[in-house]
């Protein structure tokens, strides 16, 4: 078996350092933008989900893989941020479930379908969890609008490396969807209660 050469390892372990460091940086920010924007119960929620899909987009990128944990938690902050933000929360954590429900059926019937048109599985069935999180978390106007947040700059970041690396556009080409539609949940939480503000 042969080794990498260390400098080869070097500049693996420099990027992994760099990428975790931007991680972190990036959650922080989240997080910090959370509680500036809502200072209350509903903005700690906020804050935790900004980590939480800060390290879905990190897996998914790495591993595409999109842990069942993590989409778990994200559902429950979800959930507890309806009941401490609504007035009626015996009415807004059922709802938050419904949406989440629906959105997530949604999401497995696309997958289903474009299985039977291509042959093979466009979303995994991480992203289909991650869906029902998008639709705890957002009303339904919002979701599209995240959605299509995470398809344009999915979109444009396989353009890009495509482009850089000086290969062709496939139709096959894959993607870690969770990578781009995990914090657009967050921005879609930031646009709806920009929204609600006036």
Request: glycine share 12%; with cysteine.
């Amino acid at each position: 078996m042969r080794s990498r050469p260390p400098e080869t390892i070097a500049t693996a372990n420099r990027s992994c350092t760099v990428t975790t460091l931007l991680g972190v940086a990036l959650a922080s920010i989240g997080a910090a933008v959370s509680l500036a924007i809502a200072p209350d119960l509903g903005g700690m929620a906020a804050a935790g989900l900004a980590l939480v899909v800060t390290a879905i987009a990190a897996v998914d990128a790495r591993r595409f893989v999109i842990p069942d944990e993590l989409n778990a938690l994200g559902i429950v902050l979800g959930l507890a941020h309806a009941g401490v933000t609504d007035p009626w929360p015996l009415e807004a954590v059922p709802y938050a479930v419904l949406r989440g429900a629906g959105l997530a059926v949604a999401f497995l019937a696309l997958r289903a379908g474009y299985r039977r048109l291509r042959g093979r599985d466009g979303l995994g069935l991480g992203d289909v969890k991650l869906a029902a999180v998008a639709g705890v978390w957002l009303d339904w106007f919002v979701v599209p609008i995240a959605i299509d947040i995470a398809a344009v700059a999915a979109l444009a970041a396989y353009g890009v490396r495509q482009l850089a690396s000086g290969r062709r556009m496939r139709s096959s080409g894959m993607l870690p969807f969770g990578l781009f539609f995990a914090p657009a949940i967050w921005v879609g939480w930031v646009i709806e209660r920009w929204l609600g503000s006036f």
